[in-house]
């Protein structure tokens, strides 16, 4: 009889144990394919983001390709408001007040790279943290098209 009932007693823990690892399994695999689902939607608004800094740049003075650059800029900046890290807003902040400051006049080129420069470290370490520290380290100077304007 009591070999009966540590059979069952056993028999029952593994059971649990078995339930207990595939629901730990279940959601950890949930919670990375939301982290995943995330990246991926914050790339694509980060995407967005400098695909409209772009638009501005190529822009210059046609005022028709300036209006729907800035709408777009202002669509993409609605949703980096939702999902973006604190340091991205920040960079995103320091992005409009040089765009506000320099609307119809000439601008710092370098400055304007200073600024997007900042944006990507702080969207990297946003997107893959482990990544970006490893892009710092070879202090990588990313690159933008921005045409002189007259």
């Known amino acids: 009889m009591a070999d009966i009932t540590s059979d069952v007693f056993v028999i029952t823990c593994g059971v649990i144990i ?3 690892v595939l629901a730990v399994t279940f959601l950890r695999l949930r919670s990375a394919e ?3 689902h995330e990246s991926g939607y914050k790339l694509r608004a980060y995407t ?5 800094v772009t638009e501005i740049n190529l822009a210059g003075n046609d005022s028709y390709k300036m209006d729907i650059a800035k709408k777009n800029l202002a669509l993409t900046l609605n949703r980096l408001n939702l999902i973006a890290s604190s340091g991205v807003l920040k960079s995103v902040s ?3 007040d040089f765009l506000n400051e ?3 006049k000439d601008f710092d080129t370098l400055r304007l790279h200073n600024i997007l420069n900042t944006l990507v470290i702080e969207a990297r370490r946003d997107l893959n943290p482990s990544h970006a520290r490893r892009v710092e380290e070879s202090r990588v100077r990313y690159r ?3 045409p002189v304007r007259k």
């Open 94 to 96: 320091d992005l409009l």
């Open 144 to 146: 933008f098209f921005a």
């Open 34 to 36: 939301r982290r995943m």
């Open 48 to 52: 967005d983001l400098l695909n409209a």
């Open 18 to 20: 078995v339930i207990v």
């Open 102 to 104: 320099h609307k119809e």
